[in-house]
């Protein structure tokens, strides 16, 4: 079992900036791909970005390319999610996850295996 809690969200201004983390605990971090999602009301939950375990692979959709990075440190066994530009359209509630796929910077829910329970992040204009 693997165990995610998000922290970081909160109410920022169109333009400004917000850092996710997510802390992980129970397996060894490294052997987990992770990846942020995130979810606003009425819609699917939505890809937003992922790395491999050892952080040499990383993706995201065309959405957030060059405003959002991702990044990990296995030995604090936290992600992050560095949030820029941000835009009222980013508002949602951000959820971490975890994936056996260690290798490979997964984009699909259906391949990760654990959640944590999402922290809200909100975008005014």
């Known amino acids: 079992q693997v165990q995610l809690v998000e922290s970081g969200g909160g109410l920022v201004q169109a333009g400004g900036s917000l850092r996710l983390s997510c802390a992980a605990s129970?397996?060894?971090?490294?052997?987990?791909?992770m990846g942020w999602f995130r979810q606003a009301p009425g819609k699917e939950r939505e890809f937003v970005a992922a790395?491999?375990?050892?952080?040499?692979?990383?993706k995201f959709p065309d959405s957030v390319k060059g405003r959002f990075t991702i990044s990990r440190d296995n030995a604090k066994n936290t992600v992050y999610l560095q949030m820029n530009s941000l835009k009222p359209e980013d508002t949602a509630v951000y959820y971490c996850?975890?994936?056996?796929?260690?290798?490979?910077?997964?984009?699909?829910?259906?391949?990760?295996?654990?959640w944590g329970q999402g922290t809200q992040v909100t975008v005014s204009s």
């Open positions: 996850a975890a994936s056996r796929r260690y290798y490979s910077p997964v984009q699909r829910t259906y391949e990760y295996d654990y």
């Open positions: 129970g397996r060894t971090f490294s052997n987990y791909a």
């Open positions: 790395i491999t375990g050892s952080g040499g692979g990383i």
